[in-house]
DNA sequence: TGAATAGTTCGACAATAATCGAACTATTAT
DNA sequence: ATAATAGTTCGATTATTGTCGAACTATTCA
């Protein structure tokens, strides 16, 4: 049962944070751990292959925004939102709540 | 005195905001703007090239970071604040408290 | 033990983004 | 008109990211 390495709160870069959510389907991935956590990545997966998914997990992993925990063969992930919002208060909350106004508008012209 | 296009804030797309904050430099300029504004573009060009300086600052306007007024022979740069703040609120502030916060702590090892 | 499941790692390739010199544009000052 | 100033645009180069198939690992189940 190897386990994942995650870096400590004080490690978290704001930059990565913002480049991890940058990317349309890691911010969808975010968004939707925020309603239902953990979660293992299948049914995050979208259309995508494996390969990617994984990508994507580590790069969440790597900035802070997601601990994921090995348990049995699937592979829990849910935000570190207690940790993030020590570190960076409102962070994550703020651009959920702006990815849920960004969404449900014309398509961007 | 031709002047630059911006887009509306009605178009501002999250992820492309997060994309241009997730730059250092640019981070730092939005940093730098928010505590003097409007500002040219030269003081805030640290010891890249104009051409670079030129690049970011056109990244920080198609996001809707930035507006650009042309006077005379300066480019006078400031915040959208008050469009961001309507369009995503708090995500701009809780950003630039983020960015303070990661500031003056040791190096990240 | 063997097969199924869930996800990772590797490696190659494609796409996107950053860097920077050189030439250019617009405005102001002489 | 000429020159200086402030910044842009172009084009080439490099660096960073994303994508995805194929092979691999770890765990559980039969």
Redesign the interface.
């Known amino acids: 049962m190897k386990q994942y390495e995650h870096p400590p709160a ?7 944070i ?2 991890a ?4 389907y890691r ?1 969808s991935i975010v968004q939707k751990l925020s309603v239902l956590q953990p979660q293992p990545c299948a049914p995050l997966q979208g259309d995508r292959p494996k390969s990617s998914v994984s990508h994507h997990f580590s790069v969440l992993r790597k900035a802070g925004l997601v601990r994921t925990l090995v348990v049995g063969v699937t592979h829990m992930n849910s935000l570190r939102d207690a940790e993030l919002e020590a ?5 994550l909350k ?2 959920l ?3 849920a ?2 969404e449900g ?1 014309p398509a ?2």
Chains 1, 2 share one sequence.
């Open positions: 004080e490690a978290f870069q704001l930059t990565a913002l480049h959510l940058s990317d349309p911010l570190r960076f208060p409102g962070l703020t651009i709540e702006a990815a106004r960004s508008l961007q012209v």
